[in-house]
């Protein structure tokens, strides 16, 4: 059974910083893709940031702008996110996905993590 497992959330000021960690399990399972999206009430769940697994090719939303840093531990099996210069808008509920069955299609999800950005 696949699980994800997000840590890291919290509330921060305005210009502040994040990690989000993301634990994977089992330790190994084959996966096309892993990625950070985000989510408020109301509205679809956007992408934020994804690794190809294999390639190591990392992909950004456009709202990004050099703020976020997707990084991987392949030994620990963690997706992480360092999130800087963090801004009200960035508030959401922040979410780790895997393709596993096909590429492009996010199949499993964490839990998430709620992110509060205060001015």
């Known amino acids: 059974q696949i699980q994800l497992v997000e840590s890291g959330g919290g509330s921060v000021q305005t210009g502040g910083s994040l990690r989000l960690s993301c634990a994977a399990s089992?330790?190994?399972?084959?996966?096309?893709?892993m990625g950070w999206f985000r989510q408020t009430p109301g509205e679809p769940r956007d992408f934020v940031a994804s690794?190809?697994?294999?390639?190591?090719?990392?992909y950004y939303g456009n709202f990004v702008k050099g703020r976020f840093t997707l990084s991987r531990d392949t030994a620990k099996n963690m997706l992480y996110l360092q999130m800087n210069n963090l801004k009200p808008e960035d508030t959401a509920v922040y979410y780790c996905g895997a393709q596993v069955k096909k590429p492009g299609e996010y199949d499993y999800w964490g839990q998430g993590t709620q992110v509060t950005v205060f001015s």
């Open positions: 089992p330790r190994t399972f084959s996966r096309y893709a």
């Open positions: 690794i190809a697994w294999r390639e190591g090719n990392i």
